[in-house]
């Protein structure tokens, strides 16, 4: 287990706890009593650690190195995964992958932003921040899908697209806004999942949907609480003041009406019970395709379009 | 009497830039340091006499160029709302004050429709000396209502971009502006109307990566700045120096993102050629037969 810095009083908590099962399992000691009071005690505590989270703990969460990525919850919702590569363009990017796969006996496309789970596997995955060709990639494979009538799914999760040279030579912004503006035309339900990360129009660029939804640990805005501070703030140390101030956590957006709902985690995280989050997240997937699929093709592009024309408070004056 | 002895060569400063002249009356060009009379500036439309740079203008100085004397304001009663009572080191409320203030405008993005050499057009412009030219609910909603008003009154679009992105203080809503743009745009496609994105210095960030990139026709002012990322994050990320000439309009028509360059006094013109090629009548209104 990896903990974080406000999850340090758990740690304390699960070394007196392995502490006592080792007394226990030397057999000498009765300590069945002090186990069950520990145990209450650590469920206690995670409830207060959990259900007070702040802005940048949700950010920490989010990129909980043991956290569940976009192939672990494609591997444990899906069947037959066959993946797609490349943009046909340029190059395969590693940093989205997608592909044709069964969710029982329903055809999906499910795309998502994957991160590496070591530092080779991180740099090979370039850390979940995609390049044009990424985005292309997800695009080829939206149109596919829309024309064999098949329902899309995207996983988002991302720091945020690229900012590199040859991203910027090949197009970052053509591509992000290629696919907005494709997205929002696509002829079969699209449901949008941020399951991480959500920074800004590196998520926007496979997050166009009928339905938006969040995990609970996660954070979906329009630039990185490190990146706000450096800018508004002209120094990297006040990320935690810019993730309050951004209002990025998934009960702000749906507040704010630009999500559909949120997702509930187990206690501590998705990485605490992987299984029995992408359980959840297969249950939910099935269950919105269920209403979507049935809608006049039309009519849900309609209603796309409608729900993101109303995104944005502003006043009139006279 | 050795302070009487010139102890640097070299040292030339032009008689005419040492001129100590009042502000308003003078304009020095920010590349080449050259004066030009206010006045003779405007007249070449804010482009440097001397070495051609384009200074940047203002959204009124573009419905000035472009349209025939008379033209029409849309959608000034739009005005922002701290919804999020966003605070850095200044609260979000004072930035905007402080905006109206010095621009004397409602936000970063103004609508005007009227006619460029008798073809109608409705222009979204925006400004950058409002926050940045940032883009938050209010560029949207304009962009949103703009489009709503070319396919009622049957006129093409053109956006004018001049921003660095997406307003940090509108958060979320600020990010989906970006899908909101894009996606009432497909509407103007498919009722047949032409859209020309025109980008000037600078156009960054998500406005670049939604409706800057969509045009049917993108073009900009020569050297303007266009790119995703800044120039200093991605020298912060490659950690190396970037090639000369990256992210200005002639890298971006180089590697296949413009259509073209326009100089500012041609703009017009080109404008007006391009209305010229588009028929903006509903496609199933009248068959148009070859006879």
């Given at each position: 287990m990896i903990y974080l810095d406000f999850e340090k009083p758990l740690e304390s908590l699960y070394e007196q706890m392995e502490k006592l099962r080792d007394v226990e399992a030397e057999g000498t000691v009765d300590v069945a009593e002090s186990i069950k009071e520990l145990e209450k005690k650590i469920q206690h505590t995670k409830k207060e650690i959990y259900s007070n989270l702040t802005g940048w703990q949700r950010v920490q969460l989010s990129r909980h190195p043991e956290r569940p990525y976009t192939l672990y919850y494609i591997e444990q919702i899906c069947k037959k995964f066959t993946e797609l590569h490349g943009d046909r363009y340029f190059a395969d990017d590693k940093a989205i992958v997608g592909g044709l796969a069964k969710i029982d006996n329903l055809s999906v496309m499910i795309i998502g932003h994957q991160k590496g789970t070591n530092t080779k596997s991180r740099q090979y995955r370039n850390f979940g921040m995609a390049n044009p060709d990424g985005y292309r990639k997800a695009l080829r494979l939206m149109k596919m899908a829309e024309r064999f009538n098949i329902p899309i799914v995207t996983l988002i999760d991302t720091p945020g697209a690229y900012p590199g040279l040859e991203a910027e030579e090949r197009g970052q912004a053509e591509a992000i806004a290629r696919n907005l503006f494709e997205m929002a035309q696509l002829k079969v339900p699209v449901l949008c999942y941020v399951i991480g990360e959500g920074a800004s129009g590196g998520a926007l660029g496979i997050g166009v949907g009928d339905k938006v939804f969040m995990l609970e640990n996660t954070w979906y805005t329009v630039i990185s609480p490190e990146s706000c501070s450096s800018i508004?703030?002209?120094?990297?140390?006040?990320k935690e003041e810019a993730a309050e101030a951004l209002k990025l956590t998934p009960e702000h957006m749906l507040s704010f009406g630009l999500i559909d709902d949120i997702i509930k985690e187990p206690l501590g995280g998705a990485h605490v019970d992987p299984e029995k989050m992408a359980k959840t997240l297969k249950a939910h997937i099935k269950a919105e395709l269920g209403e979507l699929m049935p809608q006049d093709a039309e009519e849900r592009i309609r209603i796309r379009i409608d729900k993101y024309d109303n995104m944005g408070k502003y006043q009139i004056v006279e | 009497m050795s302070w009487f002895k010139r102890l640097k060569e070299g040292i030339q400063t032009a008689t005419k830039n040492k001129k100590e002249t009042p502000d308003g009356l003078w304009h020095k060009c920010i590349r080449c340091s050259e004066m030009t009379t206010i006045k003779e500036l405007r007249e070449h439309l804010y482009i440097c006499p001397k070495c051609d740079y384009h200074t940047r203008i203002s959204s009124t100085d573009y419905f000035e160029i472009l349209f025939d004397g008379k033209y029409t304001r849309l959608f000034d009663e739009i005005k922002s709302v701290d919804v999020l009572e966003f605070s850095d080191i200044k609260s979000y409320k004072s930035r905007l004050d402080d905006a109206y203030k010095k621009t004397k405008l409602n936000d970063s993005m103004s609508v005007a429709t009227g006619k460029v050499n008798k073809l109608p057009l409705t222009v979204a412009c925006m400004d950058f000396g409002f926050i940045g030219g940032s883009m938050g609910a209010v560029v949207g909603e304009k962009i949103s209502r703009a489009i709503d008003y070319c396919i009622a009154n049957r006129t093409p679009l053109m956006i004018i971009s001049k921003s660095g992105g997406a307003r940090m203080m509108e958060s979320a809503y600020s990010l989906m502006q970006m899908a909101k743009s894009s996606a009432k745009l497909t509407l103007l496609a498919k009722e047949g109307l032409p859209y020309f994105s025109f980008m000037t210095d600078p156009t960054t960030g998500g406005v670049t990566a939604s409706y800057a990139m969509l045009g049917d026709i993108n073009f900009s002012e020569p050297e303007a700045l266009i790119g995703f990322a800044g120039p200093r994050v991605i020298k912060e990320t490659i950690k190396r120096d970037l090639p000369e000439?990256?992210?200005?309009a002639e890298y971006l028509l180089e590697h296949g993102f413009l259509d073209f360059i326009v100089h500012r006094k041609d703009l017009k013109c080109k404008i007006s050629d391009l209305l010229g090629c588009f028929d903006t009548r509903k496609p199933d209104s009248e068959l148009v037969t070859a006879s």
């Open positions: 508004l703030w002209r120094s990297w140390d006040h | 000439g990256f992210q200005t």
